[in-house]
């Protein structure tokens, strides 16, 4: 059987104000856990309590007893990394901003679908979605104007920033 470690009247009375606190739910319930564990209920009491698993009972209370009222924060982690870095970024605006005759292409202006299928014969990226795109020249500040003309909006734009893109060397996306 497993419970909580002897409570501190400090900790006690934080893990009282915790559990009170409904809008972080997160934060509560681990409190709410931990007293009701301090109280002297068993894992499976509590989580027929809770309505959650022993394993997540077991779970919040170990990591209590070892990291105290830091246990009661959730550990969020920052998402699904980046699939294209800072390079590959700054060449997609960069090619963006570049008119396609001058990259070597015979469009008179860009598309998304037209930008998809440039960015992969130049080998700058194996594979894009119109969306990633798009979030992509969103993030630089660059929107699209009068059909198919891109160009930087916003700060970069007052700031007199010209076709580069942040990091840039300025020489137009080879192979």
Partial sequence: ??????????????????ARRRHRVVSSRRAAIVLA???????????QRFHC???HVRHVIHHFNEHGLD???????GGRPRVF??????RIVKLALTPPQVAGFPWPCWSLS??????????IVDGISKETIRLVLDEAGVRC??????????????????HAAPGDSGELPTD
């Fill in 1 to 18: 059987m497993i419970f909580v470690r002897e409570l501190s009247a400090e900790e006690r009375a934080e893990l009282e104000r915790a």
């Fill in 53 to 55: 698993s022993v394993d």
């Fill in 85 to 90: 870095d800072a390079n590959q970024r700054a």
């Fill in 114 to 123: 037209r930008l998809q299928e440039a960015l992969v014969q130049l080998h």
């Fill in 145 to 162: 104007r009068r059909r198919g003309a891109w160009r930087l909006t916003g700060r970069r734009a007052r700031k007199g920033a010209t």
């Fill in 37 to 47: 564990s301090a109280q002297g209920l068993t894992a499976p009491q509590i989580a």
């Fill in 71 to 77: 246990a009661l924060k959730p550990a969020y982690c």
